[in-house]
């Protein structure tokens, strides 16, 4: 079946620096698509949304892409700190339900 | 706003008994809540979809006798695992919403270990 997949399993970054996390899916029913902060034995956190009738959206330091074209879909983290170390999930809405992509675990080096 | 409250945080049963999961939406009236199971390491993958009133739409190959869910009201569902045996060793985790094209709010999980 279909899924959210992502590009790379871990990113590691320097303080300070920006960070682009990637992701593909396949489902063209998809209209809205959400990234998601996850950090050790805890539940998923809400970072940022956007609807397919969008390509941008900006929030506190990150911003996210859709390229539909490609079924492409990318969150920026500006200024990555210490605290922004977690797991990366993009999440895609069909059919009234979310599915998470494989994850991409974000390590931020002092 | 938007809190999602789960409990218990951690479980640890022995294999043949029962256990039960709540989720309550605190701030909100979720129309729907999802339950999600994770492994080490991995995603999340979507068990089930509960909405309040009705019954449980559950995903393939997951046992709707073995995954009781009951969405009682706007604020609350409940899982059961019953009959747990160690293979349902897992991090659970379930969320709320309260329309389609909104995010969902998530509880922060509960570790079932069984014994």
């Known amino acids: 079946g279909e899924s959210v997949g992502l590009h790379l399993p871990t990113l590691s970054v320097q303080e300070g620096d920006n960070s682009i996390i990637n992701c593909a899916y396949s489902?063209?029913?998809?209209?809205?698509f959400i990234w998601y902060k996850q950090e050790s034995g805890k539940g998923p956190q809400f970072i940022i949304d956007?609807?397919?009738?969008?390509d941008k959206r900006q929030g506190q330091r990150v911003t996210v892409l859709l390229n539909k074209t490609v079924k492409h879909l990318s969150l920026q983290i500006a200024a990555t700190q210490p605290g922004d170390s977690a797991v990366y999930f993009c999440?895609?809405?069909?059919?009234?339900?979310?599915?998470f992509g494989a994850g991409t675990t974000v390590t931020v080096r002092a | 706003g938007a809190v999602v409250s789960q409990h218990p945080s951690w479980v640890i049963c022995k294999s043949g008994t029962s256990v039960k999961i709540e989720c309550r939406s605190l701030?909100?009236?979720?129309?729907?809540m999802f339950w999600y199971r994770q492994f080490p390491k991995q995603s999340l993958m979507l068990m089930a979809t509960?909405?309040?009133?009705?019954?449980?739409?559950?995903e393939q190959g997951v046992e709707k006798d073995k995954f009781l869910i009951n969405h009682a009201s706007l604020t609350l569902s409940t899982l059961t695992v019953t009959s747990a045996h160690p293979e349902d060793s897992s991090f659970y985790i379930c969320?709320?919403?309260?329309?389609?094209?909104?995010?969902?709010?998530f509880g922060n999980g509960t570790r079932l270990t069984v014994t």
């Open positions: 489902n063209s029913a998809s209209d809205y």
């Open positions: 956007i609807r397919s009738n969008m």
């Open positions: 701030d909100f009236q979720a129309t729907t």
């Open positions: 509960s909405n309040e009133g009705s019954k449980a739409t559950y």
């Open positions: 969320s709320a919403r309260v329309r389609d094209r909104e995010p969902l709010h």
């Open positions: 999440a895609e809405n069909a059919y009234y339900k979310l599915s």
